[in-house]
């Protein structure tokens, strides 16, 4: 069955420490993955997605995420977190053949001043 | 402009009520979906109309009704509301057949049932 795991419930970091959120997937095909941030209060907004050719790709707002196939995982980084990365964020795999996406249960990131 | 929006943004009502919830797209995306946000955080599926057609019905209670007069509208009603239906519902869109078929998601409205 298609999955996507969050090990990660929560995490704190200081400010302008690195960040990396974990993500593993199960899935019988070539995934698209995809990264979400949501802010308090606030919809998810698309950090990143990946489909084919370069593992590692670049999101907005200095992100980035590198897929490992043999590792089924799909990591997201950030070098230098700033308070305002302080969200929830979201892995999701798909879509299936029947165009859903499975989504991980989420990371929530606090970040210390 | 606004992609994916959604009214309205807050709805407190009581139990037993009906409402509807309404989304609206302006991205010429052909697929859209309802996902309902638990107290968790959780993000789950409920519906998705493909060029108004249903594609994805969950387990979903049947007092839950989705419409799609058109494929940039998807709209959510939901009968008889009780205490657990309390949660964020959030529209998202998509584009079938143009990989990577990322989903865009609307601001979310707050439902809370009394």
């Known amino acids: 069955a298609q999955s996507v795991t969050q090990p990660d419930i929560h995490i704190t970091v200081s400010e302008g420490a690195s960040l990396e959120l974990r993500c593993n997937y199960s899935y019988g095909a070539t995934p698209y993955l995809f990264w979400y941030v949501q802010s308090p209060g606030q919809g998810l907004q698309l950090l990143l997605k990946y489909f084919s050719g370069d593992t590692l790709v670049q999101g907005i707002k200095g992100f980035e995420a590198e897929f490992k196939r043999s590792q089924s995982s799909f990591n997201l980084r950030k070098p230098s977190v700033h308070w305002s990365d302080a969200a929830e964020y979201f892995c999701?795999?798909?879509?299936?053949?029947?165009?859903?996406?499975?989504f991980g249960t989420g990371t929530r990131l606090k970040v210390l001043a | 402009d606004t992609a994916v929006s959604q009214t309205p943004k807050y709805l407190v009502t009581q139990m037993g009520n009906d409402k509807s919830i309404k989304c609206e797209q302006n991205?010429?995306?052909?697929?859209m979906y309802w996902y309902k946000q638990d107290s968790k955080k959780f993000l789950k599926i409920m519906f998705s109309?493909?060029?108004?057609?249903?594609?994805i019905n969950e387990t979903v209670p049947n007092r839950f009704s989705p419409k799609s007069p058109d494929k940039a509208h998807l709209n959510l009603h939901i009968n008889s509301l009780e205490l657990g239906d309390s949660a964020v519902y959030f529209c998202?869109?998509?584009?079938?057949?143009?990989?990577?078929?990322?989903?865009?998601f609307g601001p979310g409205t707050r439902l809370t049932v009394t």
């Open positions: 991205l010429g995306h052909d697929t």
């Open positions: 998202a869109s998509s584009l079938r057949g143009q990989a990577p078929y990322e989903q865009y």
């Open positions: 109309y493909n060029n108004k057609e249903l594609i």
């Open positions: 999701a795999v798909g879509p299936s053949g029947t165009y859903k996406y499975i």
